[in-house]
């Protein structure tokens, strides 16, 4: 059982930055591949980004590639996502999710999910 728990989303103005962080709970996260998600209003959910759990690898859709970076530190049970050159497009609901699947692009892979965090980016 993994419980994972969001923070570091608000309001910024485009092109600025934010760091969004996911603690996990229990001694088993280093077990999991870790992913980010977002959902804005009247769409889908879509993946961001994702880790494997030893940190080496690591998966970026294409909207995102070299403005976000993920990260993970199994000793602090927490992930992160270092956003950079905010869009007003990257306005959503972020969510941190957790799998043992290899399949990290695919949200239905994922068993375990925080609540979410708000990023708005204004114009």
């Known amino acids: 059982q993994v419980q994972l728990v969001e923070s570091g989303g608000g309001l910024v103005q485009a092109g600025g930055s934010l760091r969004l962080s996911c603690a996990a709970s229990?001694?088993?996260?280093?077990?999991?591949?870790m992913g980010w998600f977002r959902q804005a209003p009247g769409k889908e959910r879509e993946f961001v980004a994702a880790i494997s759990w030893s940190g080496s690898t690591t998966f970026y859709s294409d909207s995102v590639r070299g403005r976000f970076t993920i990260s993970r530190d199994n000793a602090k049970n927490t992930v992160y996502l270092q956003m950079n050159s905010l869009k007003p497009e990257d306005t959503a609901v972020y969510y941190c999710?957790?799998?043992?699947?290899?399949?990290?692009?695919?949200?239905?892979?994922?068993?375990?999910w925080g609540q979410g965090t708000q990023v708005t980016v204004s114009s």
């Open positions: 999710a957790a799998t043992t699947s290899s399949r990290v692009r695919a949200p239905d892979e994922y068993g375990y």
């Open positions: 229990g001694r088993t996260f280093r077990s999991y591949n």
